[in-house]
């Protein structure tokens, strides 16, 4: 059984697809990106990659789906046909 992790393109396609409304997580989007957190984060800080937090103190960072999409296509960054079905 291949239990192999997703390349960062499929990752892209995953994450800026249409089919889940749930908001991503700052690993997620670095992983996808195929950066670090800390650069994530500076796109989020910067303003970049619109976000809000969740919690209490710190929270926690959340990017919705949409703004994630339209960071990639404000960069050209391509993700894959499959994010742009269903």
């Known amino acids: 059984m291949s239990t192999s992790q997703p390349t ?14 749930e908001p991503l997580r700052l ?3 670095a992983r ?3 950066v670090s957190d800390e650069t994530a984060r500076r796109e989020v800080h910067s303003g970049r990659l619109p976000s809000y ?3 209490t103190g ?4 959340r990017i919705e789906r949409e703004a994630f999409r339209a960071y990639l ?3 050209g960054i391509p993700h ?3 994010a742009l079905t269903g």
């Open 8 to 21: 960062s393109g499929e990752l892209l396609a995953e994450l800026a697809g249409y089919g889940s409304d």
């Open 27 to 29: 690993a997620q989007v």
């Open 32 to 34: 996808a990106l195929g």
């Open 53 to 55: 937090r969740v919690g």
């Open 58 to 61: 710190r929270g926690t960072i």
């Open 73 to 75: 296509r404000a960069r």
């Open 80 to 82: 894959g046909r499959a």
